[in-house]
């Protein structure tokens, strides 16, 4: 299995480039196990034409100013109009438990977003590219810790290289996120992930990260994150990770923090060749249909 992961470049609780709120786990501490599940770095891979790839996952995160439980995060992902693109929409519900207050319950901030890999791995010297905008609503109640109180965009760019027959990867990224509330806390993700699949399938991944805030009110978040993904066919994944800030907890940042859940993979997304890096990357279907067919044709002529 190659990363079949998800998509969310920007998700998992809301936005961290979210404005300044009561606590710092309402805004930086939502957003370190967004990305592809298990990890937070996105990569180019997208379902296939009309494929599916919906994510199930709970996720944990630990600060000095209290804890966020995201349970669940359904993470939606459709190959929309070929191979190369995808539709994703993104809905959690967010529990807030902040230290000496009450714990809140309710629906975060919605994403939207659009993944266009515009150039394949046999196209690029071996590399895989991609863009993908996402817009985050602001449906979350930022009165009570669950949503950023404001619209805003990323727009990240992905990048992915594969060696060893495809057993090892390499995965950069980066975004720039763009804030149109009156918290005006626009800033950059980065985030280097790399993995390797073992024989039985298991994949081991890892990734270091950056969120850094250009309003000097927010706190910049280095990470690091290990995760797995472990299938149990063609279309059930299982997928964990684990990781806290580079900086101490003294300053707000994450101490901890995990994920578990499913990917559930429908369609084109279960078959195993994957287009972001296999040769023959960006073939449509039809086309494909087509050569089976003149194939076909061409052994009946000769038996003839």
């Not at 790839?53 to 966020?68: F, L, Q």
């Not at 070929?82 to 539709?87: A, E, G, H």
């Not at 720039?176 to 399938?201: C, Q, T, V």
């Not at 805030?213 to 690091?224: G, I, L, V, Y």
Request: charged share 20%; glycine share 10%.
């Amino acid at each position: 299995m190659h990363r079949d992961r998800t998509s969310s470049a920007y998700s998992t609780l809301k936005p961290p480039f979210g404005g300044v709120t009561a606590l710092i786990v309402a805004s930086l501490g939502q957003l370190v196990i967004a990305g592809s599940p298990p990890l937070s770095t996105d990569d180019p891979e997208t379902p296939g034409y009309g494929g599916w790839e919906i994510n199930v996952t709970s996720s944990y995160e630990h600060t000095r100013d209290g804890t966020v439980l995201e349970a669940p995060l359904f993470d939606i992902n459709y190959g929309l109009t070929s191979d190369r693109d995808q539709l994703k929409l993104e809905i959690p519900l967010i529990s807030n438990d902040p230290e000496n207050a009450e714990a809140e319950l309710g629906m975060g901030d919605f994403d939207v977003g659009y993944k266009y890999r515009f150039l394949d791995s046999d196209e690029n010297n071996g590399w895989a590219i991609s863009i993908y905008p996402q817009l985050s609503t602001p449906t979350g109640d930022e009165r009570r810790g669950l949503g950023s109180g404001d619209a805003e965009l990323l727009i990240p760019f992905e990048f992915q290289k594969s060696f060893w027959n495809d057993k090892l990867w390499i995965n950069p990224e980066v975004g720039y996120n763009i804030d149109f509330g009156r918290h005006n806390s626009n800033g950059w993700k980065l985030g280097l992930a790399m993995g390797y699949e073992f024989p039985n399938d298991f994949e081991i991944q890892g990734e270091v990260g950056a969120f850094l805030f250009e309003d000097r009110r927010e706190t910049d978040n280095p990470f690091f994150n290990i995760g797995f993904a472990q299938p149990l066919n063609h279309n059930v994944v299982l997928l964990g990770s684990a990781g806290r800030s580079f900086r101490s907890s003294e300053d707000g940042t994450p101490n901890f923090f995990c994920l578990f859940g499913v990917q559930f993979l429908f369609g084109a997304a279960a078959h195993e060749t994957h287009p972001a890096h296999e040769e023959g990357a960006g073939i449509a279907t039809d086309v494909e249909s087509a050569e089976t067919l003149n194939a076909e044709s061409s052994e009946s002529h000769h038996q003839l």
